[in-house]
Every structure is written in C-alpha cells, then in structure tokens.
C-alpha cells in the first residue's frame, strides 16, 4: 500500500468508515483503508480493505475493546456500492485480531444473542435429553494462559429439576497443547451425574475440535487464542460468502 492513498481511496474509505459507524451503537475510533485505483472501481475490483477499530458496540452489549482487520481481493457489483449495499460477486477472505476484556465478555453474555445460543444447549444422556438454563455465568481472565468459569444454571432431566452452581478452570488449546480443564467442583446443588460429565465433556470436545463454524454467510476459523490478565486475544480466519444486512446481522435464525 502507497503510503499517500489516492483521492479515490480516501473518499472510499471515509465514506465506508461512516457507514460503518452509522451501523455500531457506539464507537471509540474506527479506521478503514480501501485499497484500489479508479480503473478497478469500475470494475468493481478492490486490492483490499484494512479496517482498525477500538471500542465498538453492537446490539447494546456485544463490544469489542479493538479489531484489525485485513482482506484480500474484493469482487463486488458495482452498482451495488453506488446503492449503498455492496454484495459480492465472489467470497472474500480476511485476516481478524480481536481483542476483548473481561468485562466485555461478561456483560456480552448477559446480551439476548447469546442467551439465545445457550437456551439451544442440551445433552443426549443415554438417550435421556436433558436441558440446560444457565441463571448467571462469569468469566475471569486471571492470565497465565487460564479460563475461570463461575456460575449457575438449571439442570432439567426427565422428572427432576435442580440448581447447580460451578467453578472451573481451564486452559484453551495452544499450538503445542490440546484444550484442558484443571478443575472443576461444585458450589451448590446436590452436584451431577457421571453420566451427565461424561456427555458433557463429549459435547465441549466436539465444538472444541471443529474445524470452523458459520454464521450469516460467514465461515469463521479461529487459528490462536490467547489469554492475558483480562484480555482475551482471538487470531481468526473468515471466509464470506457474502456481507449481511445491518438489521439482519445479529437477528435469531
């Protein structure tokens, strides 16, 4: 990238950082860079798109302390962009930092998104479906590479009803390690079932070790994870199909 953008790029990248900021509930600061010339634009050819972010807010509680983001070639339509809803003629590929604090994490999961995502959580125990109502949930960043976990949730059985409290540790798999929990005990309730662990520790070890997930034409991939006293830093891979309307962003599929 030349070091003195062109007119074209500048007034494309001031134009998408404000569009951008109209979408997010609040922003610190946000920079986005458009890689391209006046040729390509017609052709609806971008070089790239670098965006930096700090400080951004979506449906209230999902914030993210800062992002850095850099794609590849973009091929959009371009009367699309002169729409001002840019699709894609092809998937575009994209290179995340994401950092998130504590306190962001823990105020995003008291967000409807994710209560949304918890309410889906529900165990096959020897053919037995047992549900999970989680009440309250913490996460701590105490650093050393660890996940603090502290919390209630509802344990639905078949004819059984019961309130479980938790505290566990763990460690998110590195490029030399695999995921590992170092403990975990009861504070409340009458504590759980063998059986209930066992289909548990299954169900964790299959999410943990998928490939990737998707999301709204997305493929996400997250290729480091890393744990300081109270941040959490994702290293992550996207692969877009296509970019999702504002308002349909964070909606319930």
């Not at 059986?195 to 999410?207: F, G, H, N, R, S």
């Amino acid at each position: 990238m030349s070091e003195k953008p062109k007119l074209e790029e500048q007034l494309l990248s001031q134009e998408a950082a404000r569009r951008l900021s109209a979408q997010l509930d609040e922003v610190e600061q946000i920079n986005v860079e458009v890689q391209t010339d006046i040729g390509k634009i017609f052709q609806g050819k971008l070089d790239g798109v670098y965006l930096a972010g700090q400080g951004l807010v979506v449906q209230q509680k999902i914030r993210v302390q800062e992002i850095n983001l850099q794609t590849d070639n973009i091929v959009v339509d371009p009367l699309s962009v002169i729409l001002g809803q840019i699709k894609l003629n092809a998937p575009v590929n994209a290179n995340i930092r994401i950092v998130l604090t504590e306190a962001d994490i823990n105020y995003a999961l008291t967000s409807e998104i994710v209560n949304r995502l918890v309410k889906k959580f529900k165990l096959n125990v020897d053919g037995e479906i047992v549900n999970f109502e989680p009440q309250e949930m913490h996460i701590f960043l105490p650093g050393d590479g660890k996940l603090e976990f502290q919390g209630k949730t509802w344990i639905k059985e078949k004819e059984d009803t019961h309130i479980l409290g938790y505290h566990a540790i763990a460690h998110p798999r590195t490029q030399t390690k695999p995921p590992m929990l170092e403990s975990f005990r009861c504070t409340e309730g009458e504590g759980i079932r063998i059986e209930l662990i066992a289909a548990a520790m299954q169900k964790v070890k299959e999410i943990i070790n998928l490939p990737s997930f998707e999301w709204e034409n997305m493929v996400f991939s997250i290729k480091e994870m890393e744990i300081q006293k109270s941040n959490l830093i994702l290293i992550v891979e996207a692969h877009v199909k296509q970019i999702p309307l504002p308002e349909t962003i964070l909606s319930d599929n």
